[in-house]
């Protein structure tokens, strides 16, 4: 039996994604992770792997985690491709019918969401092409020439250059949209089309069934009489009220056809041009009769536009007030997560940010001068023979505080064992109570020993008169990361190049799911 899943359902999923991200039932983060991509894959910069789909792999992403951002329900939304009008250049025109069997003129797309059939202008404006050009000397189109600039509600041509496009009016992109979700390859569609004010004029004027835009196929021979026009020409079908003017040329044949009264309700017809006073031809003229989407153009503009894409937008930028992304040091993954959790915790996260990191206070002579290199390895011996082992990812020389993470001890970069393991196969944690045989100790890269400040606990600390946050709440010296290691879905992975982050430094994370 053959059978397809049509493109309506992927916009139905992108339109729930959506409104699952807003709901308060469901929290979703962006995070940035794997500050040692070199360990993992020498050309990391050059040729990033593909990520790996598996339970070992989540949790593995998990371990390498440096940070989260909650996206929230102004940081989503659905998109379409990036079609940018030039002059010069042909379009497909609106239809209804586009399939394998008929596919467009233009871009030979088999389904109308592939073909080119709407733009956007210099100034953000969307515009749908109705009518290219379309005629029996034009079959393919003709080439556009007038850039659609207009925001009338009625389709209309957008020049004096009798290109014969015809184009409709969709809506403009604000700029705070443009910043957050316009890339290279996509532009939003505004949220909430079907309430939003914004989109109401558009919106209210869409008639379901309304007829726009009837083409000529075939301009037939001997048809009507000489430079005549014949108005009122009924579209039958299924609707009512549609009628056509009609012009006959010298050598009578169709020269054109337009709407004069749109109708409504059609969901198929054709032009009737004996009972609109016609003389009958030698050969009958043809004539397709293009269907508007459901409820009118503009009604819907998801499915007008074939929004089956969602982008989600984080923008990671630091923050003296909770430091929760790191400086000094770089990121080579992205991705997002589903409901994770607090902390120790079965409910969900609810932090604007979130670090995902271990952290140590440091203190001892010299902490303010000692440097720990970006992802080497320190230990603690916190007992008998027992070692805890990090990779340093962050250390502020300011406030003492050393952030890191656990790589799998005993383990190499693809899970396989390691033979003499240098600290055994346990992942063991630092601790400010070490037992017989340990300490607090904790040597740097450069400078002298330093040891964990079991003596300190909360979220901020005074120095020389200064109160410094430090983004995490410790308590005798240790600090968990702020979301329970390993909770919710990650659903989505993309290995990058590194990018390093300084101080001054903002990264736009603009993540695309395709439905």
Not at 11 to 20: D, Q
Not at 251 to 271: A, E, F, M, P, R
Request: charged share 20%; with cysteine; net charge negative.
């Amino acid at each position: 039996m053959s059978a397809i899943i049509t493109d309506q359902i992927r916009i139905l999923n992108a339109k729930n994604f959506v409104a699952g991200v807003a709901s308060s039932e469901n929290s979703y983060y962006s995070f940035i992770g794997l500050p040692n991509p070199s360990d993992v894959q020498t050309n990391w910069d050059t040729d990033p792997p593909t990520p790996k789909d598996s339970f070992d792999q989540e949790r593995s992403y998990y371990d390498s985690m440096i940070a989260m951002k909650k996206i929230n329900n102004t940081d989503i939304r659905q998109v379409v491709t990036k079609r940018i009008w030039k002059s010069g250049t042909k379009y497909d025109m609106y239809r209804h019918d586009y399939s394998r069997s008929n596919t467009s003129a233009i871009s030979k797309a088999t389904n109308l969401y592939n073909a080119s059939y709407y733009v956007i202008n210099d100034d953000y404006r969307v515009y749908m092409c109705l009518q290219n050009g379309t005629s029996p000397d034009y079959p393919n189109g003709q080439i556009s020439l007038d850039q659609p600039t207009f925001t009338d509600l009625e389709p209309r041509a957008a020049g004096t250059s009798n290109d014969g496009y015809v184009w409709k009016y969709l809506f403009t992109i604000k700029p705070n949209e443009i910043i957050k979700f316009e890339t290279s390859d996509f532009i939003p569609v505004p949220q909430d089309w079907n309430t939003s004010a914004d989109n109401a004029p558009v919106r209210d004027n869409a008639i379901d069934g309304s007829i726009k835009i009837v083409t000529v196929q075939n301009a037939g021979v001997n048809v009507g009489a000489i430079s005549t026009s014949y108005t009122r020409v009924p579209i039958n079908g299924d609707g009512n009220g549609a009628e056509a003017t009609v012009v006959v040329n010298n050598d009578l044949k169709i020269d054109s056809v337009t709407i004069s009264s749109q109708g409504s309700g059609y969901t198929y017809g054709t032009l009737d041009l004996a009972a609109g006073g016609v003389p009958v031809a030698t050969t009958p003229a043809e004539f397709d009769v293009i269907i508007p989407p459901s409820g009118g153009h503009g009604a819907d503009i998801y499915r007008e536009l074939g929004a089956f894409n969602v982008l989600m937008y984080s923008r990671l930028e630091n923050d003296t007030e909770n430091p929760d992304f790191i400086t000094n040091n770089q990121f080579a993954r992205i991705g997002v997560v589903e409901n994770p959790l607090a902390p120790n915790s079965t409910l969900p996260l609810a932090l604007d940010k979130a670090s995902a990191l271990n952290a140590i206070r440091l203190t001892g002579i010299g902490y303010s001068s000692a440097t720990f290199t970006p992802d080497a390895t320190f230990v603690q011996t916190i007992g008998t023979g027992l070692t805890a082992a990090g990779r340093v990812v962050n250390y502020d020389q300011t406030t003492g505080v050393l952030k890191y993470w656990q790589d799998r001890v005993g383990f190499n970069t693809v899970g396989s064992a390691v033979t003499d393991a240098p600290y055994g196969y346990e992942q063991l944690e630092f601790t400010s109570s070490p037992s017989t045989g340990g300490s607090l100790v904790i040597t740097p890269s450069t400078g002298s020993n330093l040891q964990i400040d079991s003596s300190f606990s909360g979220f901020s600390t005074s120095i020389n008169n200064r109160t410094y946050n430090l983004g995490q709440d410790f308590t005798n010296g240790i600090s968990a990361p702020e979301v329970k290691r390993y909770s919710g879905n990650i659903i989505y992975v993309d290995n990058r190049p590194s990018v390093n982050r300084s101080v001054n430094q903002k990264e736009d994370i603009k993540v695309i799911l395709q439905f």
